[in-house]
């Protein structure tokens, strides 16, 4: 007969890589180091006044459900723990370089979306925060079509791009410890308004033409 059990010096391996793991982890954990996946909020309902039926509003929705499934959205301020309100999203162009011909032939495209999170007694959890990101695109105004299209294809990434920043500002520590701390906080004095807004408000895409620019050129 043979003997298969694990020879004395592989048992001791195997204990010593399983005391190393756990050693590992006690190590992370107490550096406040976390796996990557999910943030709870400290909040089970979020109100918030951007539109559910816009993609930038359903967008949000998702990502914090999917980082704090716990959290769920309510149509109703009142009904609410915690309100992230939108204050302003404003988008904008900027010439960045002239050609030879006096041609704009790169613009810088900026967002500019600023908003607040408070809790169900008005205290600001986050205060009035704004969040810029922007991109330089290449233009060529012979092709008024297609760059619209360009222009509002990056616009759309730079939402996409906001909305995860957006959650990562929710879900740090400093909202955590705010929420926990909530007394001690300001209360947002201007009584901000916290009505739903329209789908799309403040998602209009600048473009460096107007309406009859274009129609000249027949690209509409």
């Not at 370089?97 to 600023?114: A, C």
Request: hydrophobic share 35%.
């Amino acid at each position: 007969m043979h003997d298969h059990r694990p020879a004395p010096h592989t048992l001791s391996t195997r204990w010593l890589r399983g005391l190393a793991g756990l050693a590992l982890c006690a190590l992370l954990a107490a550096c406040g180091f976390h796996l990557r996946g999910t943030s709870p909020l400290p909040f089970d309902t979020l109100y918030t006044n951007i539109a559910e039926n816009s993609e930038f509003g359903a967008r949000l929705r998702r990502a914090v459900m999917a980082s704090s499934p716990h959290t769920r959205f309510v149509d109703s301020a009142t009904d609410a723990e915690a309100k992230l309100i939108q204050l302003s999203n404003k988008q904008s162009l900027r010439e960045l370089s002239i050609n030879s011909s006096g041609q704009v032939d790169e613009y810088e495209l900026n967002l500019d979306f600023s908003f607040q999170l408070t809790d169900a007694k008005g205290h600001l959890l986050l205060p009035p925060t704004t969040i810029h990101t922007s991109r330089d695109l290449p233009y060529d105004p012979t092709q008024i079509q297609a760059g619209a299209g360009e222009i509002g294809a990056q616009f759309q990434e730079m939402r996409k791009s906001l909305v995860d920043r957006i959650v990562r500002r929710l879900t740090s520590p400093e909202v955590t410890k705010a929420y926990q701390n909530a007394a001690a906080l300001p209360v947002d004095e201007n009584q901000t308004d916290t009505a739903p807004l329209q789908p799309g408000a403040g998602d209009d895409v600048p473009t460096p033409w107007t309406d009859s620019d274009a129609a000249q050129s027949g690209a509409f």
